[in-house]
């Protein structure tokens, strides 16, 4: 099993640019979520899903969209990504409450 | 006020010593707590769930104090490879939230 994988490791962006982050699951996982992870700030949830087809938004959603068409990937957008959207993306997913797993991680620069 | 609260240290500790980390939380509804384990540049990984009654993992032990809204981490005999951020966690109808993380360095 592969479990959590991210798709890209790495990626510089220009103000205004968009892009896709890719979260992949060979778990069956039925909960995904997106946190970002900045310096001194820990962990903050961007959004999550409960199960394919359903998104909801966590402690710090603006700017971000989120998809889950299928139960093994959660996508997370950037439309118009702005030098405060500079930080460590980590994807996770669980199946029950005791234990979540986290992808490699997504580092992202705006200019 | 922040959700939930660590010290960010750095603890520089030497090699054998007994190490104990607080965390604090402020929603009273939370329902489970968690330690979790980061190296540098790494993913973060579950060290262990913390239970009501306490619970002890070799050389780890980690504690809840509902009244007081804080859990612990008490790490005994720290080795050079204990040095990474500790994370606390807690959970709350589906979401997660996080400490930023407490700095432990294991010095020979």
């Known amino acids: 099993n592969a479990g959590v994988t991210q798709t890209p490791k790495f990626r510089v962006l220009k103000t205004g640019q968009s892009m896709t982050l890719l979260c992949a699951q060979d778990?069956?996982?039925?909960?995904m979520y997106w946190y970002r992870q900045d310096p001194g700030m820990g962990l903050r949830l961007i959004h999550y899903s409960v199960g394919e087809g359903t998104t909801a938004k966590g402690e710090v959603p603006d700017g971000y969209n989120v998809s889950r068409l299928k139960k093994q990937n959660f996508l997370l957008g950037l439309e118009s990504a702005a030098p405060s959207q500079t930080s460590v993306y980590f994807c996770a997913s669980r199946w029950d409450i005791n234990e979540q797993f986290f992808g490699p991680g997504t580092r992202l620069t705006v200019l | 006020r922040k959700e939930v609260e660590q010290d960010p240290g750095p603890f520089n500790v030497p090699e054998g010593a007994t190490v104990a980390f607080n965390c604090t939380y402020s929603?009273?509804?939370?329902?489970?707590f968690f330690w979790y384990r980061q190296d540098c540049r790494k993913e973060p990984k579950l060290l262990m769930s913390v239970y009501s009654s306490g619970n002890e993992d070799g050389r780890f032990t980690a504690q809840l104090n509902r009244a007081s809204q804080y859990i612990s981490l008490l790490i005994r005999d720290s080795k050079l490879s204990d040095s990474a951020t500790y994370l606390c966690?807690?959970?709350?109808?589906?979401?997660?939230?996080f400490g930023s993380g407490t700095k432990l360095n294991v010095k020979p």
């Open positions: 929603n009273s509804a939370s329902q489970s």
């Open positions: 778990m069956n996982h039925e909960y």
């Open positions: 966690s807690f959970y709350n109808f589906n979401k997660f939230y």
